[in-house]
């Protein structure tokens, strides 16, 4: 194994460095992931362009890999050997506090960087930590005793495996944060990687009607959406989209409204807020924007409309997303349209935000390969 690891570094807004770290010792309970795969999502957009903190950071939070070297602890604790192909979840929290004792490692302080500049998750957390290996645009990662592992069913390469955050983000958002389910009807804001997976998890879920809304450029995403099982969609540019949405609902409207738009503004929760049903409808938003001025909230009370916000993803969905992948069921290869090497991660960032490329859903990166693809 070599010495040193080769790694994409952001070092400023909007600037990748390549560098070397060296190759970590791994502790008894401890192991190092080959890393094949690292997804970016729309957040590698915004963490790119704006930072939180100054520190440089390897970035890539949607990681998969083959272990490839792992202490005797680590091995008999996980039941994972070396050769073993993993999806890692970005989470690392302590184990100790009471969100992690429910399995909510997500809530804990020890992996929430918002609140505790300590805090370990992969691809936030600085390089100059120890063992600096922690984000998945580099060779390798560094799997503490902490790190929440995934073994990938055979026959589910490690780019189809790549797809695991936005799937299990689909899943949990849809399915346990909105309920949706057997005869639901549903409006999916937004084509991108999770509304696209939000419909194939509703679809999976037996909702009975699925529309999804996005805009001209979005035109591929919208015909990739029907393939998936939408029933219906609507470029908001060129229709009225309450409107359509009544129309096709017989006046009643949705069940449920899901927000997975980026850069759209207040638009969508005015849009999703009118398009639910009159009682009891559940919207759930990302909340983007830091102020929403004149927010609806007495039109929200009349209808008794359930605002829920979207937030990472739980173990029980990223199993079920990886389930979902090996069923074959949907063609979610379909979702993975663009991939680039180690050297092109700063045009594999921007191509996501829409800098570069046509058609874009789900960019891979591919530390080990020398061009984009």
């Not at 999804?212 to 919208?222: E, H, K, N, S, Y």
């Amino acid at each position: 194994m070599a010495e040193q690891v080769l790694a994409a570094v952001r070092t400023a807004p909007g600037t990748t460095e390549l560098r070397e770290f060296p190759m970590p010792d791994i502790p008894d309970d401890g192991a190092l992931l080959k890393v094949e795969v690292a997804g970016i999502c729309g957040t590698d957009v915004k963490m790119y362009a704006k930072p939180p903190f100054g520190d440089p950071v390897i970035m890539g939070h949607e990681n998969v890999g083959v272990i490839a070297a792992a202490g005797p602890v680590f091995t008999a604790r996980r039941g994972l050997a070396e050769g073993d192909r993993v999806f890692v979840e970005h989470y690392v929290g302590c184990f100790r506090c009471e969100w992690c004792h429910r399995g909510e490692y997500r809530h804990c302080e020890a992996t929430d960087w918002r609140t505790n500049p300590d805090a370990r998750r992969y691809g936030y957390t600085s390089a100059d930590n120890p063992y600096h290996l922690w984000g998945g645009f580099s060779r390798y990662l560094y799997l503490p005793w902490n790190a929440v592992i995934h073994r990938v069913p055979d026959g589910v390469s490690a780019e189809l495996a790549g797809l695991v955050t936005p799937l299990s983000n689909g899943i949990e958002w849809a399915l346990v944060t909105a309920g949706v389910g057997y005869a639901s009807t549903v409006l999916i804001q937004g084509p991108g990687q999770q509304g696209l997976s939000q419909v194939v998890a509703c679809k999976q879920a037996g909702a009975a009607l699925v529309i999804v809304t996005g805009t001209t450029r979005d035109a591929a995403r919208l015909a990739l959406a029907r393939e998936l099982g939408a029933d219906h969609v609507i470029d908001v540019r060129e229709e009225d989209a309450l409107a359509r949405v009544l129309e096709i609902t017989g006046g009643r409207g949705v069940d449920v409204v899901l927000d997975c738009t980026a850069g759209a503004g207040t638009a969508p929760v005015l849009l999703g807020v009118d398009a639910l049903k009159r009682r009891e409808g559940t919207m759930v938003v990302q909340g983007e924007p830091a102020a929403f001025p004149d927010f609806p909230l007495k039109k929200i009370t009349e209808k008794s409309i359930s605002v829920r916000s979207a937030r990472g993803h739980s173990y029980r969905s990223c199993e079920l997303a990886l389930e979902q992948l090996a069923s074959g069921r949907f063609p979610l290869e379909r979702l993975s349209t663009h991939s680039f090497g180690l050297a092109d991660t700063d045009r594999a960032i921007r191509t996501v935000g829409g800098e570069y490329g046509e058609g874009v859903v789900h960019v891979s990166l591919l530390p080990w390969a020398e061009a984009a693809a």
